[in-house]
Structures are given as C-alpha cells and as structure tokens.
C-alpha cells in the first residue's frame, strides 16, 4: 500500500493554485472514494481531488496524479476481470467525457446500463448527457452528497 504524500505546490503550478500544500493521493485513497459512488450516479474527477484536499487539508490535490490513478484503476481490469467493488466507470472528467482506458467501451456500456445517455462525439470520445441530479460530489463529512 502507497501512502498519499503532502508537498508544497510546485512552483511552475503557482500561477494555477497559488502557494500552499499539495496532495499526491494514494491509489487505494481513491479506490476508498470510487467506491462508494452508487449505481445510476457519476463523479467527476475534479470532485474526487476536492474531497481528498479537504480529507488531507491541502490546498489542492495534484490533478494529473489523480487522472493518472483513476485511468490506472480502470485498466487494472481487464473485460475477463473486472472488481465491481470499485465501479471505476462511475468517473467521468469534467466536461462529462468517459475517461479513455483499454476498458473504455466496457465503462460506455456499465455507464449506459445504468441509465445515462451516450453521445459520441466526431473525435471517437464519448459524452454523457447527465443533469445535475445524477452528478455526485464528496461532501466534507463521509457520506456522498448530491449536487
């Protein structure tokens, strides 16, 4: 088990966050999050590095780190073996796009079993079309809460 790890903000990334703390999350931190998103609700991954800054009391948690552990938690598993105690096609990015993964269409399907509508766009990406009642985001406290 890796263990999430708190730095200063890098200097190149100031002009974005400011001064401060910065998280790089452990894997099994987001896998806790995941986790606990239900069925028939997405999170995006901006949501997910809020609730992890907030658990860590930092200023920001570092996005590019948290992508990179959310698109390696989907493709840990292939179609033959997939960990449904961690509904990872339940995180989109924040312009509501299925992340890219070598499970990328099975996350379309999972996705699209559960209610959402697909909307493919000219680049080969896909799109949910989801309101804002089927959006969670991680509250301060342990429970997810809804938008």
């Known amino acids: 088990m890796t263990k999430s790890k708190i730095v200063d903000i890098p200097t190149k990334m100031e002009k974005f966050y400011g001064k401060g703390k910065m998280l790089h999350p452990a894997i099994e931190e987001i896998e806790e ?24 009391g930092t200023d920001v948690t570092c996005p590019m780190r948290t992508g990179n552990a959310i698109k390696k938690i989907a493709e840990r598993y292939s179609n ?8 990872f096609w339940r995180v989109i990015r924040s312009n509501m796009l299925i992340i890219k993964s070598k499970n990328f269409e099975f996350c379309a399907s999972k996705i699209e079993d559960e209610g959402f509508k697909l909307l493919f766009t000219k680049s080969g990406s896909i799109k949910l079309d989801v309101d804002s009642s089927r959006m969670f985001f991680l509250g301060n406290n342990e429970h997810i809460r809804r938008i």
Request: proline residues 6%; charged residues 30%; glycine residues 4%.
């Open 33 to 56: 999050l995941i986790k606990s998103i239900p069925k028939g609700y997405v999170a995006t991954i901006d949501a997910i590095a809020k609730r992890l800054a907030t658990d860590f």
């Open 80 to 87: 033959d073996n997939i960990d449904f105690k961690i509904p």
